[in-house]
């Protein structure tokens, strides 16, 4: 896809302000999924460049964080203006190497900018507080301080919206950043950067430093052994987040670990059914299934399960697939062969378990890395779908009798970020609400993140929140100040 501004195709890391190679040369290929052509290729950095961002991250840090909240919120907004002013050549990379339809692309555009929006004006509110003294001649005070330099490690499926969620607020509360992101998706964070640059962020707040799969311990290891990094934030898989997590504990770094889940998507005999139908669309098949808060189980009371499994079928069926740059595409290809190969999996470790192809099921007659959008009944907890995150355009529905089988079946995991439930019974909203071990709860409703609501996982889907009031303390240290002498020394 052609781009208005060539030049936000950028190729190399950014280091303290310098777009710069890897020291030997070496690069690595970014691909278009729809096709698997070669898009163009990446500096492949490693030990070198992790440790020259680093130092590049420690010494803008006295003169970032020393800029007024006031300071740094204009900056932020001037890096969301333009954001939006090259929302549509921002849209075609991430279309590009990402491969979802333009719509999807563009919304995620919005999104991304909406957090550097939202911490640009939460950098002037980061207030402190004043406690009420325990002894007369003091004061007891509570100010917030950014942590340090932050490590952002960063997974494929929203390119711009994983990396800018951690920036923004990092930025907002004084730190500055050294950031890997996926391989399969470095173009995208390298031309935020690049705006970030031109909004007037100034050298080394922060750093990109873009690596294959090969490489990509070789630069986070140094990261993890450096104890001038004082945070690291971390989005993508549940087993390389707890390999993390172990190694910060060298340096006790602070973490947010945002992991895989097994969202629930249920709906009881009460519900809507054209509004579950509707909000299983956007949580099931959004992005063709890969976002970690998508709907992974299906669980559909027993009074409902046909109707609702016909409703769904006929919807799915709707859905356009195509490559993004057919302008109606809906539904566009995996990210890569490893992704398509597991959605094939899940489907026939299930219907040899007995459970029946309702809608797809096989990889799609446009070949490379496109699924059918695809629709199992008669699913059970048997099959490898239950326990494992699908992480494609796959909806198995489970059926169940009671509530309380419900809830029980949506808390049976060691997961817990998201679920979704459709009812119309305000106790029951309620009840289960309550009752769902999960960060985030979706109730009539598919589509539940926003950049004002904490997003984040409780139980293996890890820890921390990003968005919202909250999100910017993940970043700050919170300082104690005891002010005493203050008693009238004459009394
Ligand atoms: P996914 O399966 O979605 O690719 P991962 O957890 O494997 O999720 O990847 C998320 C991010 O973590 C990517 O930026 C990837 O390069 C990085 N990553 C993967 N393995 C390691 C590792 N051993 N050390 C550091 N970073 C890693």
Known sequence: MKLERLNLVENNALINGAWTQEASGRVFPVLNPADGTLLTEVADCGAVEAKAAVD??????????????????QLLRRWFDLLMVHREDLARLISSEQGKCMAESRGEV??????????????????????????KDRKVIVIRQPVGVVACITPWNFPIAMIARKIAPALAAGCTVVCKPAEDTPLSSLAIAKLAEEAGIPPGVINIVPASRQRAAEVVDVWLADGRVRKLTFTGSTPVGKHLARESANTLKRLSMELGGNAPFIVFDDADLDAAVEGALVAKFRNSGQTCVCANRLLVQDGVYDAFAAKLALAVAKLKVAPATDPDAEQGPLINEKAIAK?????????????????????????????????????????????????????????FKTEAEAVALANDTPFGLAAYFYSKDLGRVWRVAEELQVGMVGINEGRISTEVAPFGGIKESGYGREGSKYGMEDYQYIKYLCMGGLGDPTN
């Not at 010494?59 to 909240?69: D, E, N, Q, T, V």
């Not at 040899?352 to 309702?358: D, E, I, Q």
């Not at 799609?364 to 779908?385: Q, R, S, W, Y």
């Not at 992480?391 to 529905?397: D, N, V």
């Open 56 to 73: 590049a991250a420690n010494k803008a840090f006295p003169l970032w964080s020393g800029k007024l909240h006031k300071e740094r919120a």
């Open 110 to 135: 919005d999104y991304g900018a909406a957090y550097v929006e939202w911490f640009a004006e939460e950098a002037k509110r980061d207030y402190g507080d004043v406690i009420p003294e325990p002894l």
């Open 343 to 399: 959605v094939e999996d899940h489907v026939q470790d299930a219907v040899s378990k007995g459970a029946k192809v309702l809608l797809g099921g096989k990889r799609h007659a446009l070949g490379g890395n496109f699924f059918e959008p695809t629709v199992l009944i008669d699913v059970t907890t048997e099959m490898k779908l239950c326990s494992e995150e699908t992480f494609g355009p796959l909806a198995p529905l489970f059926r």
